[in-house]
């Protein structure tokens, strides 16, 4: 299986801040590769898809890059619905789709 | 504008069969690939597996052998069932729609896919 590996697992930000967040595989899968928002108790939001491609109606403070084995997601200047809980995904190997752990965006 | 509503009881004891529906809504089941993919209770997401509009399905090895998805296209639905259940099973299922793009490459197509449109979920309890 590929594994999909975060960091930071944690990170404390202020508003207007620029974040980013890395996610690692454990090979390549080229552009292979999803950003999703989840805020408490509600589902994950599609942000980023195909590395790079950002979804319909997000604002366009997000973005993605990244290709083969390393990928980021940068938000350019934090606002206050920003903070939440960030997940990648890798849909390269289309048998097993897998989530990175986590990373959690905190007020600071 | 397609809605998706995760259905089914909220507690189910060990050893049974969880059963989820979801029910697609604003929209057509034909023509994309729907996924279950749940969350522990303070932990991350979890793909369970996927099945498209035809029938065709793929589950993540980890629950392979106790999962199985099916779909009724008649009622735009496609369904969970997750037999022998123990209280590491509690969590939070979801249902999904998996959109795609197809960029042209020198030979042929890339799909790239990624889920696009979420249930709200249900939570679900293995308890006796």
């Known amino acids: 299986d590929i594994q999909m590996t975060q960091s930071p697992s944690s990170l404390s930000a202020s508003v207007g801040d620029r974040v980013t967040i890395t996610c690692r595989a454990s090979?390549?899968?080229?552009?292979?590769l999803n950003w999703y928002q989840q805020k408490p108790g509600k589902a994950p939001k599609l942000l980023i898809y195909?590395?790079?491609s950002l979804q319909s109606g997000v604002p366009s403070r997000f973005s993605g890059s990244g290709s083969g084995t390393d990928f980021t997601l940068t938000i350019s200047s934090l606002q206050p619905e920003d903070f939440a809980t960030y997940y990648c995904?890798?849909?390269?190997?289309?048998?097993?789709?897998?989530f990175g752990q986590g990373t959690k965006l905190e007020i600071k | 504008q397609v809605q998706l509503q995760e259905s089914g009881p909220g507690l189910v004891k060990p050893s049974e069969t969880l059963s989820l529906t979801c029910t697609v809504s604003?929209?057509?089941?034909?023509?994309?690939?729907w996924s279950w993919i749940r969350q522990p209770p303070g932990k991350g997401l979890e793909w369970i597996g996927y099945?498209?509009?035809?029938?065709?399905?793929n589950y993540n090895p980890s629950l392979k052998s106790r999962v199985t998805i099916s779909v009724d296209t008649s009622k735009n639905q496609f369904s969970l069932k997750l037999s022998s259940v123990t209280a590491a099973d509690t969590a939070v299922y979801y249902c999904?729609?998996?959109?795609?793009?197809?960029?042209?490459?020198?030979?042929?197509?890339?799909?790239?896919?990624?889920?696009?449109?979420w249930g709200k979920g249900t939570t679900v309890t293995v308890s006796s």
């Open positions: 999904a729609r998996q959109g795609s793009i197809a960029v042209a490459g020198r030979d042929y197509y890339y799909y790239y896919y990624y889920m696009d449109v």
């Open positions: 604003g929209g057509s089941i034909s023509s994309y690939y």
């Open positions: 099945i498209y509009y035809s029938g065709s399905t």
């Open positions: 090979q390549s899968i080229s552009s292979y």
């Open positions: 195909a590395a790079s």
């Open positions: 995904q890798q849909s390269y190997s289309t048998l097993t789709y897998t």
